[in-house]
């Protein structure tokens, strides 16, 4: 009966190959793994796949360096609320207009991931030095 399969599947996933799944609407967390520093280090520790594609594997994901933020820090709270704000932009912003891969992205969400990328070398610490290494690769 395709009414009590349609049913079934309310309020559930499933997929039909691998994935990773991080539960919660923390958007932090989505911008930090969006960021060029974490798609930097996961690229240079993460095996290339055939068309330069990486395939994302609980170890690797597992092993990037989430940092964690000292709320009674007033700068670093702030970066945080920055990134988390970035984040959530972004995920509004692709909603309405997503990429693609032949389609350039829009002004007003290039200029958000550049604020975000920002955010997360101030996180982080970063050299001038450092930044220019992940910026170029």
Do not use: H
């Not at 911008?31 to 594997?57: I, T």
């Amino acid at each position: 009966n395709e009414r009590a399969v349609r049913r079934s599947f309310r309020g559930a996933s499933y997929v039909n190959d691998k994935c990773c799944v991080i539960e919660g609407c923390d958007w932090f967390l989505l911008a930090l793994l969006n960021s060029k520093l974490m798609d930097y280090v996961f690229r240079s520790r993460s095996p290339e796949l055939l068309n330069g594609y990486f395939e994302l594997r609980t170890s690797a994901l597992s092993a990037l360096p989430v940092r964690r933020v000292n709320l009674e820090n007033a700068a670093q709270r702030a970066l945080k609320e920055e990134i988390a704000g970035a984040g959530k932009k972004l995920s509004a912003l692709y909603a309405q207009d997503p990429p693609g891969k032949y389609k350039k992205v829009s002004s007003d969400a290039a200029e958000t991931e550049r604020s975000l990328d920002r955010a997360v070398y101030k996180l982080y610490n970063l050299s001038a030095k450092e930044i220019k290494l992940v910026e170029d690769n």
